[in-house]
């Protein structure tokens, strides 16, 4: 998958000049999924932990998406914690989502994006290619 002008990685989006933490500083609000164009849309807005010049949405766009799979939250946590990044990771397309692992070098295309939540939610993306907008 090609990023473009941007990297996921931890609980990090880092733009070429700016760095933002998805898991302290950011709710997440949900996610869409267009099934006819293959578009997948995540959404953050600014937690109050978000600093002054961090007040901004930010939505990735996967385009062109050649999977996407869910593994379910776990019942036993609150629903509070349904909005927090925990981590986003990378899996190899045959491996199981629960291997996931993080790497320092740029990811290779063929890898899986896996976004796990605190409330044990996670889901994995692979498509074509992926911007950003902050708003």
């Known amino acids: 998958m090609k990023l473009n002008g941007f990297k ?7 733009t070429e000049i700016e760095s933002f933490d998805l ?19 995540l959404r ?8 002054p010049g961090e007040r901004r949405t930010i939505t990735v766009i996967f385009q062109q998406v050649t999977h996407f799979s ?16 925990e981590s986003i990771c990378f899996a ?5 989502t629960a291997s996931c ?15 796990s939540f605190m ?6 993306v692979s498509a074509d290619t992926a911007q950003y907008k902050i708003r």
């Open 8 to 14: 996921l990685h931890s609980i990090y989006l880092d």
């Open 23 to 41: 898991h302290n500083c950011f709710n997440f609000v949900g996610l869409d999924y267009d099934i006819s164009s293959r578009t997948l849309r």
């Open 44 to 51: 953050w807005t600014p937690s109050s932990y978000a600093p």
């Open 70 to 85: 869910a593994e379910p939250r776990d019942p036993a946590i609150p629903f509070t914690e349904d909005d927090c990044l």
């Open 92 to 96: 190899q397309p045959d491996s199981p």
């Open 101 to 115: 692992f993080e790497t320092q070098s740029p990811p290779t295309a063929d890898l899986h994006y896996v976004f």
């Open 119 to 124: 409330s044990g939610f996670s889901f994995r």
